[in-house]
């Protein structure tokens, strides 16, 4: 059965993703959670958990942050509270918070969601014997070695099928250094817009914002996969992520219901390269205007990448 799983940033966006066909909504505080589209205070966490479970949907919370001593010393509490108000898994790239987890009265279901590092079935797999119900894979990895990979796991993967891809974070606050340096006072926050750009090609737009976390910087492309959702469904990777960072509100919603709309067709056996096509176009007239969108790695030679 085919999975989709979405980021929100509003509840009132939740509510409108959940009647658009979401199984599963990922969100969090932004004291733990890495790269989120908005910051949901305690209270909202709880409503929206409520509201969530209300539509017999899945509740995922990211606390998938790099947990550096200050912030290992909240996560406990930060634990209790999500045992509390009864969600569904956590997603963490931090081992200390596994380890953390061996208490009882914090164990909580939780996904392996270590970024760049998930790659190979043997590390998930390792992930999954240590307690992980499910793993994001990488998106550096192309649909060669997913389908070789695929058949060995013995838990889910989650694949990215939408949405603005992180390249590079780093704990440095490289644009507040920047700044300070050349003696400019401007904004680092994602609202800010800021990109960098090669200048020896002018089509590279690689978004940058600065954060708790430190700084991250992202694809000059975002993600499209949706002409490829059959092959992944053949596959079995069945489990499909849409990340909305950059793509506020109701197109983000309207997005979520294509890929649905694409999930329904695949599971009762009328996908078509048409409908693949059209569904393709519909979803680039809802992105973001001069945010480009492509495959990524998904037809990279993995012979090519070192």
Same mark, same amino acid.
């Given at each position: 059965?085919?999975? =989709?799983?979405?980021?929100? !940033? ?10 658009? /066909? ?16 908005? +910051?949901?205070?305690? !209270? ?7 509201? =969530?479970? %209300? ?9 998938? #942050?790099?947990?550096?001593?200050? *912030? ?10 999500? *045992? ?17 987890? $061996? ?11 270590? @970024? ?6 043997? %590390? =998930? ?34 694949? %990215? ?15 507040? &250094? ?7 006072? @401007? ?23 600065? +954060?708790?976390? #430190? ?11 949706? $002409? !490829?959702?059959?092959?992944?469904? %053949? ?15 109701? +197109? ?21 390269? @048409? ?16 945010? /480009?969108? +492509? ?5 990279? &030679?993995? *012979? *090519?990448?070192?």
């Amino acid at each position: 059965m085919i999975e =989709i799983v979405v980021t929100c !940033e509003s509840i009132p966006q939740a509510e409108a993703l959940l009647a658009s /066909g979401a199984d599963s909504l990922v969100f969090g505080e932004a004291t733990f959670g890495l790269r989120l589209p908005a +910051d949901f205070s305690r !209270e909202e966490q709880s409503e929206l958990t409520q509201l =969530i479970h %209300q539509k017999g949907k899945k509740a995922i919370v990211a606390v998938n #942050g790099i947990m550096h001593p200050e *912030k290992m010393k909240l996560i406990p509490e930060y634990l209790r509270f999500l *045992k509390e108000i009864n969600v569904d898994q956590i997603l963490v790239g931090d081992p200390g918070i596994i380890q953390v987890m $061996k208490q009882k009265e914090l164990a909580l279901p939780f996904i392996y969601a270590a @970024e760049t590092l998930v790659t190979n079935a043997r %590390q =998930i797999n390792f992930w999954g014997k240590k307690g992980a119900t499910g793993a994001v894979l990488a998106r550096e990895v192309p649909f060669e070695e997913m389908a070789v990979m695929e058949p060995a796991l013995e838990i889910p993967v989650e694949v %990215q099928v939408y949405g603005a891809t992180c390249i590079h974070q780093s704990k440095r606050p490289l644009l507040e &250094n920047y700044y300070r340096y050349t003696r400019q006072e @401007e904004g680092v926050a994602k609202e800010r817009g800021l990109f960098l750009s090669d200048p020896q090609d002018e089509n590279t737009h690689y978004s940058i914002f600065e +954060d708790d976390h #430190g700084t991250h910087i992202f694809a000059t492309n975002d993600l499209s996969l949706v $002409k !490829e959702l059959g092959e992944l469904a %053949q596959a079995g990777l069945t489990t499909w992520k849409l990340d909305g960072i950059f793509t506020p509100g109701a +197109d983000f919603v309207a997005i979520a219901a294509l890929i649905y709309q694409a999930k329904v067709a695949i599971e009762a056996g009328n996908w078509t390269e @048409e409908l693949a096509q059209e569904l393709a176009e519909a979803v680039a007239s809802h992105h973001p205007k001069g945010r /480009g969108l +492509d495959t990524g790695f998904y037809y990279v &030679n993995p *012979k *090519k990448i070192r």
